[in-house]
Each structure stands twice: as C-alpha cells, then as structure tokens.
T-cell receptor, first 113, second 114 residues
Framework: DQQVKQNSPSLSVQEGRISILNCDYT??????FLWYKKYPAEGPTFLIS?????DKNEDGRFTVFLNKSAKHLSLHIVPSQPGDSAVYFC????????????FGKGTKLSVKP | NAGVMQNPRHLVRRRGQEARLRCSPM?????VYWYRQLPEEGLKFMVY????????ESGMPKERFSAEFPKEGPSILRIQQVVRGDSAAYFC????????????FGQGTRLTVV
C-alpha cells in the first residue's frame, strides 16, 4: 500500500522549458513534504521542502506547490537545465514523534539540450 | 564540515555471511535513519536511532537485521546470514532535529549477495 505515489516513472523536457514533477499522497496526517534529487551511485540530495501549513515554497529555479484538498504536490523547475537530469523523489513525513520519511518511487527527469 | 559518511561503498558477501554497514552522521546531528533501496524502487525506511536508543524500528525485518548507534562511534546496520534478497543499496541519513527539517543522506552502501 503506497502512501506516496509518483505515477510518472520518467519525464523528458527541453532545456529552458519548465519541468513539472507530480506526487500524490494518501495519508492526510502527513504534515511535511520534501523533494530529493538523486544521481546514479550517489545518495539523495535535499532539494526543497514545504510544510502542510503552506501551499507554496520557492527557492531559485525550484518551486513546490501543495494542494492539501487534492493530496497532491508538484515540483516546478524553470528554466530546466541539463544538469537537472536525475531521479527526483517525493517524500512525506508525519513529523511529531515520527522520524521516518516515506518516499515515492521516483521520477527520472531528462533535460535535453 | 564533512557530510554523512558511509562505509564501505560496496560490499560483497556470500549467502550466509554477515554484513556490517557503518554510518557516521554529520557533526552535531544526533538523529540517524537507515533506508534501503531495492532496484527500481523508492527508499524504504528501516530504522530511526538516537544515541544509544532505537526510536522506531518499524521498517526493519524482524529477523537477521539489527541496528545500533552507540555513545561513541558510528551507527552500525548488521545483517546476519545474508540472502540474495538482501542485495540493495542501503542509505544512512542524519538530522539535527526531528521536526520540519531535511535529513542529509550519505552516498550509500551497495550490498551484493552472491
């Protein structure tokens, strides 16, 4: 039973255009969401996060949107660059006394020059 | 300030042997988490530890797997009598707090059971 779902295993985008990566969740108790980026043979690198009390968080080229009623979040990258090519993982946390993150299966983004 | 350090990066074990994976958290971090990633899968939580305490081991298989984070030294994930299905990438993460902060991941240990 997957609580965090990334339904697109892959996404291909032209350099300079916008990349939109989507994530759905089922547990309404999640109160913190994160996006991680992962290159092959490396550990995940934190990218951006959002608390459930917000609906948007922006950091440079990266913006995360949260729609709690739809239990959906998305990561926008604009403009996309070839160096953004990686696997992107969405993760959710219950916070409080919980210490673990629940990850989606990831979306492989390819940005073509 | 060194990041989360995991060793070894690659570990090959024969079926039935023991595997020991080590993780040194970032300086100042007292929370350590272990995750496992199977091929084509996301990371799956295994265990959350603070110094000398296991806080949450709900993701850890009940048999053959154990974890510790002693007062001195790195956190250890121990897998006894390894089987082929244990082959995976094991990632350790650390954080300074538990709420509303990102965890920093190490580069992982790739375990191959032959």
């Amino acid at each position: 039973d997957q609580q965090v779902k990334q339904n697109s295993p892959s996404l291909s985008v032209q350099e300079g255009r916008i990349s939109i990566l989507n994530c759905d969740y089922t547990n309404s108790m999640f109160d913190y969401f994160l996006w991680y980026k992962k290159y092959p043979a490396e550990g995940p690198t934190f990218l951006i996060s959002i608390s459930s009390i917000k609906d948007k968080n922006e950091d440079g080229r990266f913006t995360v949107f949260l729609n709690k009623s739809a239990k959906h979040l998305s990561l926008h990258i604009v403009p996309s660059q070839p160096g953004d090519s990686a696997v992107y993982f969405c993760a959710a946390s219950l916070g409080g006394s919980q210490g673990n993150l629940i990850f989606g299966k990831g979306t492989k983004l390819s940005v073509k020059p | 300030n060194a990041g989360v350090m995991q060793n070894p990066r690659h570990l090959v074990r024969r079926r039935g042997q023991e595997a020991r994976l080590r993780c040194s958290p970032m300086k100042g971090h007292s929370h350590v988490y272990w995750y496992r990633q199977l091929p084509e899968e996301g990371l799956k939580f295994m265990v959350y530890l603070q110094k000398e305490n296991i806080i949450d081991e709900s993701g850890m298989p009940k048999e053959r797997f154990s974890a510790e984070f002693p007062k001195e030294g790195p956190s250890i994930l121990r897998i006894q009598q390894v089987v082929r299905g244990d082959s995976a990438a094991y990632f350790c993460a650390s954080s300074p707090y538990i709420v509303d902060t990102e965890a920093f991941f190490g580069q992982g240990t790739r375990l191959t059971v032959v």
